[in-house]
């Protein structure tokens, strides 16, 4: 069955740096694009970037352009959120998240979820 | 970007309820629709897709239309494993958008 399994999250101090993992099994990893999502309390679902099946291609929000990177690496089935000079307010839960079909681009609903991993950004 | 807004943003029902919720776009976005459920501690479940689809392995009871702008997530007889928050996607370009939720509570 298809999982995505997140790591990496943790406490910060703002204006430092964190990466974020997701490890996928059950599925052609490289066939597919990922997405990274995440939550918070107050403002629900947020959608934070999307990288294509061969990495050629990758989308983000406004808010995190110039500060976030996704990666992905097909041979480890792994897929990337390398995260620099956070702030506050991208404290949230991160979620790693499948594409359902073959699209380049993130037009696309996701089909599966990891189970989500908390990034807290406090002094 | 495209906005989306659900309503009503929390909505109590007993078991065996019909209910519906809606989500409206801010632009026309065709059927690139879909529809979650969220629980505290679960991974989020992908319930609808292209507005009306439903996704393998979830239940009959779900139901979803609409195109354009707007669309509604109709659950045609509630149960117990139910009772979770609902989330609209609009996936039509990016930047991907979400409603703010839906909360679904027990009367």
């Known amino acids: 069955q298809v999982q995505l399994v997140e790591s990496g999250g943790g406490v910060v101090q703002p204006g430092r740096s964190l990466r974020l993992s997701c490890v996928a099994s059950?599925?052609?990893?490289?066939?597919?694009?990922m997405h990274w999502v995440r939550q918070t309390p107050g403002k629900g679902l947020e959608w934070v970037t999307f990288?294509?099946?061969?990495?050629?291609?990758?989308e983000y929000v406004d808010s995190v352009k110039g500060r976030f990177t996704i990666s992905r690496d097909n041979s480890m089935n792994t897929v990337y959120l390398q995260m620099n000079s956070l702030r506050a307010e991208d404290t949230a839960v991160y979620y790693c998240?499948?594409?359902?079909?073959?699209?380049?681009?993130?037009?696309?609903?996701?089909?599966?979820w990891g189970q989500g991993t908390l990034v807290s950004v406090s002094s | 970007d495209i906005q989306m807004t659900q309503s009503p943003s929390s909505l109590s029902a007993s078991i065996g309820d019909r209910v519906t919720i809606t989500c409206r776009a801010s632009q026309g976005i065709s059927n690139y629709l879909a529809w979650y459920q969220l629980k505290p501690g679960k991974v989020p479940k992908l319930l609808i897709y292209a507005a009306s689809t439903l996704h393998s392995g979830v239940p009959s009871r779900f139901g979803g239309s609409g195109s354009g702008t707007d669309f509604t997530l109709t659950i045609s007889s509630l149960q117990p494993e139910d009772f979770a928050t609902y989330s609209c996607q609009n996936y039509n370009s990016a930047p991907i958008t979400f409603g703010q939720g839906t909360r679904l509570e027990i009367k």
């Open positions: 059950g599925f052609t990893f490289s066939s597919y694009g």
């Open positions: 998240a499948k594409s359902r079909g073959y699209t380049y681009g993130p037009e696309e609903s996701f089909d599966y």
């Open positions: 990288i294509s099946y061969d990495g050629s291609n990758e």
